[in-house]
């Protein structure tokens, strides 16, 4: 009962794209502190930077053969977002198939597993996201879905969302919510400039946010170390 | 009842300074083996080494707002130590209160939990020891204490202490300890000197170290391999 | 009952070296996906990328005597191997033994516990795959076995046997079959390039590897995105 | 922002009571190895078998304010599941709340997160499912959010579902599916019921499934073993 | 420099003895949601309940030497503490040495590392919250400290404090802070007897604790299921 | 390349049952602190005491075939030893193949990956220590090795040696060692007893052990607390 969704509705090309500009820890407070995937996804190498559209991949534990099966759904401008049904640290992703990946305009992987050829990954510039490093093999026995809701680091991901990861990790934003929280995120990051510059210039956070007259109330005592003995 | 201690006593800064100039594992050694922050506590980019006196900040889970509260207790040679009431693994810590603290002259922040901007704090080279990385932001609705004894990562942190941190981890030193174990931290290094020279040119520590009497005391055996069958 | 074992029987120098020249992933791989140690040996710094003759140490938890004890039977070319008898995380090597073990043309480490001094280590180029980094020392009470089988990251690593480690970890290859698993590398390594040639060129696994067939037979059914309410 | 969903559509209860015929593991089986909650989420004390439909509650970390919420939520048969927005290990449920919830004639609770009173909770035979126990309180401040989708153990369960737990864990069911699944659960048991027979019997699983020449065209081979040297 | 503190301040021991009436998390919540150990200390057995005054010890890895010689400094009443100086999951601690504490009246055993013979304690009804169990053994070479300040389960604990254990875990009190902590379990609990019983009449905790207005303020929604596709 | 050894070299098999008298503990003191398995192996239900023959089997990540095929290689007094090749949390085993095995006059079953159906396995009475429980299922495709040397919980198991397993976790004891550590068994519990009676007596271990000299040496000192402020 394996099923590939084809024709899926992406998010917005040229929005999905602009989310390249802020950082994973922006958007996800730019839409209500949701959608973080667990910060055990984490970079395997750093410095990277992407945002994209997901194709989603659910995967039998051990088993790759889906993700070779999801390949032609790619098309410039995704990144590929894979979740076994059960937890599974073996390497279902190397560089053959980013190379693969890659030739279709995939910019990156999400993968709630591990990985491996990460010294090749890294001179080919394809980032990856994940659970864990291992050079564990994987078999192509079993069948799994292509661009069904998957859940990946704990968060549920539609194909089509979107999908911004840094060095902070890996956030997931709904194509239907995309645009307002692109805006969200850039009005954050007006604020956050004002906000810099007056840290900056050495002014305290109670200050810059107002912060003072809660503390009071909330019953804040500022007191002098006692003398030692 | 939270409370921010002020005017408390650090260790002179001179001290507090020179220990910059050794590695955790040497003044980890050096003081009797104790005072190592547990390893879970890694930095979030590697090559950093400072060292500073200890601002302490306990702070309630998913709650960043003592942070704010601490940033004015801080002056320059400072490094900021923050402990949670229950473990958390929220993001409390990001580029804008690094670029708060730096401009107090703080040189640094070791957290047990989460920290998040890792690649804005890297490029501005404000170095961080955290649990782990995370996007997750926290709120502001409970205060802490600042400047209270605090346990991180399984230590005891009084303000005032040493903090010296580097790509081995975190080690704290007792304020009224400092000048005792800068010393032997210099007498460790010089002893390892002489040492280091001597395997470079190839003697074993079975001789550095006149080990060999002890082993066969101990009634150490050298055999041959079994010829195979 | 500490043993020595000398003059071990080693894989042939020129078999071992080669194998530097393939991925842990490969080699994995080529032997039948067997002998990857755990993937929580990670290396303390990217990029290293080692092969050689595992010289295997046995040691008690928190003792590094035995470390000391082996290095005198270690040559140019070998790998030095430690397992501690139960799990422990302290830091038992760091870079006065590497400068030891360098002087005799060890390559690098591989240890199921801790490691420490690691911006020393690798600025002096000497690698190591470690459990974690730690500064908490070692004593030098309890001896060890150094040349016996022992389990290191749940895989068994006899002395001789060929070590190889990159980022993605470390694989152990039996002495007697490493020729044979050297050759298999080879030819996986080839057959990988041609693969490489057709992905990048665009082509899907799917065909470069005749899979749609069998997916067919399995019942894979692609289906359109149903419209959305 | 938060919102709690009235009148939500629940699995026919008869159906839902039925579940509570069959262990996780058979109707995890019977609905295609799919609807498992990660096995971290363990039985406070062993022996409890429990199933109802869910009223789910997403909870900020360490807050259970929404937990008092749902409660008037809850009716005869209902399971309790709590997500906590990102990781939290705190106790957010103790006898009191049990207490509450029981008077509505709710069966127990699943958490993804930490538990407490768990001897009391024994006594009085109310079941918890949870990531850990621990005494750590919550705060009553950040409102969540009651019947909406929510990601527990990293499966998705939506207000309404079957959830059925025992001590092997916690499975969910889709409503829509629930009719369907209990059949084949029961279709399941019925041919194990058959197989056990055989077992008890002394027969073996190659025989009782055919597997002989399926082995046999794989290649396995039966060989005695080698005399010892 | 080992040493063991003799004829140590305890808190007084009938209000010590007073707490074992109150759970682990009561007395948690009733000094103000401080003090409880790491919730991975766990009961090798269900149903203790134990309180008493703290004889702590700070022990090597993989050492319980010092576990003996503390013996004698126990009295009747006391719960001993035992910290590691760096992370160990050892057995330090069997029936043996329990057989040698029960005989001068300590009550139960806290150990931030592993317990062995654990049938055998529950059998003899000497309780232990350990890290973990293990059978590994542990040498007597290095010497540590008798009632010193130790960190256990991540809390400090001083010797004379209070212990108090449960299937809840672990929970420290200051000496000087124990009646006045005690006088507030007592409180917490007779507050929480009357809530029980309206919660068991079927009152809900939103009106038990007046929360509705506060609920509203803070802008929750009511609202029905949407109608289904 | 799969293989089943048959006709292997069991340890005798009044020796191995002998093993049952003792502890898991007392065994792995008795062969010199050696032989125990990771305690990540723990019991699905408390109580259990077994001891037997090893009867081994290698198994792919997530697919249980071959301990199908093992079944017909018991005899009665076996223990089953079961180990993926790599990291695996599945539920491989459950009642079916548990009454499979018993009919056989197996034992229990040691497994370093997940186990199910804990409930009907207590009923029955067939132990298991399993690295965790869990209900998600295993396939049937790749095949494994029954009866060749493996490595479970980090140690090696070699069929026909001798399986100990307890409330504390199992230990393995070599089938040509078998007899001396019997042997040693015996004569640490009778050891033990007297050392018992000497503790229950109120004697301390300083004393029972002739320590207080070597305590002496060592530099240990004991003082008063110091009067407080």
Redesign the interface.
Known sequence: ?????????RTDRSIANAFGGF???TV??AQ???G?L??YL?PI???A?ISGTAVTISV????N?TI??A??QCEEGDVVVVAP???????YF????A??LR??GVRGLVIDA?C?????L?TMGFPVWSR??????T?????GDV?V?V?CG???VN?GDVIVA????V?VVRRKEAAEVLEASRTREEK?AV??ER????????DV?N?RER?AE????????EP??
Chains 1, 2, 3, 4, 5, 6 share one sequence.
């Open positions: 009962m394996a099923v590939v969704v084809q024709n899926i509705s950082g994973v820890s996800h407070e209500g502190r949701k973080y667990a910060p984490s190498y750093p410095g930077h039998a534990p051990g088993d053969w070779h099966v390949v032609e049904t059960s937890r599974c640290d073996d390497g190397g560089e053959l198939l190379t693969s030739s279709r591990g491996r050829d990460v010294a090749d890294q864990c490093v291992s050079a564990t093999g078999v192509k026995e079993t069948l661009n809701p859940v704990g968060q549920l194909p840094d060095d902070d990790g956030v956050e906000s810099r840290y900056e210039a050495g002014e305290v956070g109670l946010n912060m503390l909330k019953g804040l005592k500022y007191v002098d170390q030692e003995h």
